[in-house]
């Protein structure tokens, strides 16, 4: 896609290492990457790792690395990948059972019509158009999805939005902020008026914590946001320490 900055292209890959071991991988996806193949024909997230892997740990041969869950192409954040499928078989239920949190970031134009609220609706996924619709009831095919979100900051034109999944939906959160009037920065599909540079948008799957599906240990893991004005402003009230990691 020729909209998107090839960044992606020149961040190297041990640069956004969140977490690895010999049973995960976790990384800072770049907006603009791909998680898995699709039409375009671009290289995915999990073959770069692949070759990472590969090259690092010098392993002839086919590696094998599972993909978790995914993110949206023009959004950040962490993004976990098995290395074993011992680990890929206990997260997926893990993932099932709702025992991985998952903590976004979205920025947006109009302020929510409350401080925080749980946004319960019924989704519909529109495949020709690649594009969710969100009702207030339950039709015909329709999905529950339902999320929780508050208002953490705001700048003098945006407000930062700490949002917390319950159901994995395609394009949940871009299509239920935008069914209450807040569409996400840069997210022309869901209704904001105007493109970001290099086609991103302003939504981040900020922080992860889970039990290690192998070791047991906990994990709590901060994935910091591309540089950017606004990414940058909110992040380093948030976390200073973290601000120079910015991608």
Not at 21 to 50: F, M, R, S, W, Y
Not at 144 to 161: C, D
Not at 221 to 233: C, E, K, S, T, V
């Amino acid at each position: 896609m020729q909209g998107f900055s090839s960044m992606a292209k020149f961040i190297d890959l041990s640069q956004r290492i969140l977490y690895e071991d010999n049973h995960l991988l976790v990384i800072n996806k770049l907006p603009g990457e791909i998680v898995q193949g699709d039409k375009t024909g671009d290289k995915p997230l999990v073959e770069i790792a692949k070759d990472y892997i590969a090259q690092k740990y010098d392993k002839p041969g086919n590696v094998f690395l599972g993909v978790v869950h995914r993110l949206d192409r023009p959004v950040s954040g962490a993004i976990i990948l098995a290395r074993t499928s011992k680990a890929l078989e206990r997260l997926n239920a893990m993932l099932q059972e709702r025992k991985i949190m998952k903590t976004y970031w979205a920025i947006v134009k109009n302020k929510p019509p409350k401080e925080n609220d749980t946004l319960v609706n019924y989704v519909w996924r529109n495949k020709q158009k690649n594009k969710t619709i969100v009702f207030d009831h339950p039709i015909k095919k329709s999905s529950e999805a339902s999320l929780t979100y508050r208002i953490v900051a705001q700048s003098v034109n945006y407000y930062l939005l700490e949002i917390g999944l319950h159901t994995g939906r395609h394009h949940q959160i871009r299509a239920q902020l935008a069914h209450i009037g807040c569409p996400i920065k840069g997210d022309l599909k869901y209704g904001f008026p105007r493109s970001n540079d290099s086609a991103f948008i302003h939504l981040h799957s900020l922080k992860l914590i889970l039990i290690h599906p192998v070791k047991n240990i906990p994990l709590e893991l901060i994935a910091p946001p591309p540089h950017d004005a606004l990414w940058n402003y909110f992040f380093e009230l948030f976390y200073p320490d973290l601000s120079h990691k910015n991608l």
